[in-house]
T-cell receptor
């Protein structure tokens, strides 16, 4: 069965610190990978996605993620966080080639950025 | 940018009552989904819908739940007899297909009392 694991439940950083949020997945086939962000009281918004090609994916708001196939990982990074990045971050996967297949989410990582 | 809209944003209902949560997916999308997020927990898949029928459902999606696309525009989730544990944020999502992303609505917070 597919599963997604996010290593950190809650991360606290100061502004301008660098961020890396871990995500590992378990699946017996090829996957598409996503990072979503949920700002307080708001809906899920897509940060970035990986389907194929360059394993380093750039998303919105200065975020990027690197797909490392051998490690089944898709870690999210940002060189310098801002207070406005305070939110919950979800890694998700679906099965590639499965038209319309469901997303499987990790448990989320809450990021708190201190001004 | 196209949006998925959900109504109502917040619904309070008594245990045992029926509720209908409404969603308007992006107009040219083909795949529709419901997810839920119990407070403090992960986002869980409930059901996917394609070509006017359920394509996949989770074990959460029991006989108390049903989905419908009554008019080619709206996509509804009905809970027949609500329980306290149904209290959660319910998200609708739609997708255009394999290389499309998933666009989520802003959610309906359901509180069962």
């Amino acid at each position: 069965a597919q599963s997604v694991s996010q290593h950190n439940h809650h991360v606290i950083l100061s502004e301008a610190a660098s961020l890396e949020l871990g995500c590992n997945y378990s699946y017996g086939g090829t996957v598409n990978l996503f990072w979503y962000v949920q700002y307080p009281g708001q809906h899920l918004q897509l940060l970035l996605k990986y389907f194929s090609g360059d394993p380093l994916v750039k998303g919105i708001k200065g975020f990027e993620a690197e797909f490392i196939k051998s490690k089944f990982s898709f870690n999210l990074r940002k060189p310098s966080v801002q207070w406005s990045d305070t939110a919950e971050y979800f890694c998700a996967v679906n099965a590639r080639g499965n038209q319309g297949g469901k997303l499987i989410f990790g448990q989320g990582t809450e990021l708190s950025v201190k001004p | 940018e196209p949006e998925v809209t959900q109504t109502p944003s917040h619904q309070v209902t008594q245990m045992g009552q029926e509720v209908i949560l409404r969603c308007v997916p992006i107009s040219n999308h083909l795949y529709f989904y419901w997810y839920r997020q119990i407070l403090g927990q992960k986002v869980e898949f409930l059901v996917s819908f394609y070509n006017n029928e359920i394509s996949e459902k989770s074990e959460i999606f029991d006989d108390q739940f049903s989905v419908e696309r009554p008019d080619g525009s709206n996509f509804t989730l009905k809970i027949r007899s609500t329980k306290l544990e149904d209290s959660a944020m319910y998200f609708c999502a739609s997708s255009g297909g394999a290389h499309d992303g998933y666009t989520f609505g802003s959610g309906t917070r359901l509180t069962v009392v």
